[in-house]
């Protein structure tokens, strides 16, 4: 059981709008932690994606966008390419004692 | 570029240790902290800590107290990750990755390629 939870999974055809939440509680995203999101392709590293919430990072399309509010952030990819069919992560902090970093479960995106 | 090249992969059995490497360049390796990440097969990301390159202070995740021990080489610019008295669930893809801070925050770029620990009798 991930401390933040995401979708298992999401789908949507090329050139759609998809969004993947993110939602944590009041000791992470609402206790006002920024949230940063990573792209898996299959079989690779994780890749950074977005970071404090709503940075591209140079190289990444302003196709991918980020958000937060309260205890849940968001992302948010337009013009869906076949590309983008991958596993995507949010992490934040968390101030319990179990963990200081945290991952959601992670979010499989197909491209239909 | 930023590049961060870890060992290679590794089979051990139950109860031995295992030591991975990750060896950066591109970088002032002692400008920035290292975090270890493993990924137990299908599933999710787990942090495991992060070390201060700098000054050698560590941070690790509770489950794994007692367990894990991260230490750096500044000479040559190489983290390690040690895993002692391995169990079956330790089997994974353990990643290691540059830590950028700031304001309060830290988020991992670029990340290693990873290296697969296989723990099986």
């Known amino acids: 059981q991930s401390v933040l939870t995401q979708p298992p999974s999401v789908s949507g055809a090329p050139g759609q709008r998809v969004t993947i939440s993110c939602t944590g509680s009041?000791?992470?995203?609402?206790?006002?932690?920024?949230v940063h999101w990573y792209q898996q392709l299959p079989g690779t590293a994780p890749k950074l994606l977005i970071y404090v919430n709503s940075n591209r990072p140079s190289g990444v399309p302003d196709r991918f966008s980020g958000s937060k509010s309260g205890t849940s952030a968001s992302l948010a990819i337009t013009g869906l390419q076949a590309e983008d069919e991958a596993d995507y992560y949010c992490?934040?902090?968390?101030?319990?004692?179990?963990?200081?970093?945290?991952f959601g479960g992670g979010t499989k995106l197909t491209v239909l | 570029q930023v590049q961060l090249v870890q060992s290679g992969a590794e089979v051990k059995k139950p109860g031995a240790s295992v030591k991975v490497s990750c060896k950066a360049s591109?970088?002032?390796?002692?400008?920035?902290?290292i975090s270890w990440v493993r990924q137990a097969p299908g599933q999710g990301l787990e942090w495991m800590g992060w070390?201060?390159?700098?000054?050698?202070?560590?941070n690790y995740a509770q489950k794994l107290q007692g367990r894990v021990t991260m230490t750096t080489d500044t000479s040559t610019s190489t983290a390690y990750m040690e895993l002692r008295s391995l169990r079956s669930d330790d089997t994974a893809v353990y990643y290691c990755?540059?830590?950028?801070?700031?304001?309060?925050?830290?988020?991992?770029?670029?990340w290693g390629q990873g290296t697969l620990v296989t723990v099986s009798s």
């Open positions: 990755a540059r830590i950028i801070a700031a304001a309060g925050t830290q988020w991992f770029d670029p």
């Open positions: 070390i201060s390159a700098n000054n050698g202070n560590t």
């Open positions: 992490q934040s902090y968390d101030s319990s004692l179990s963990a200081y970093v945290v």
């Open positions: 591109g970088y002032t390796f002692t400008s920035y902290g």
């Open positions: 009041s000791s992470n995203i609402g206790a006002g932690y920024d």
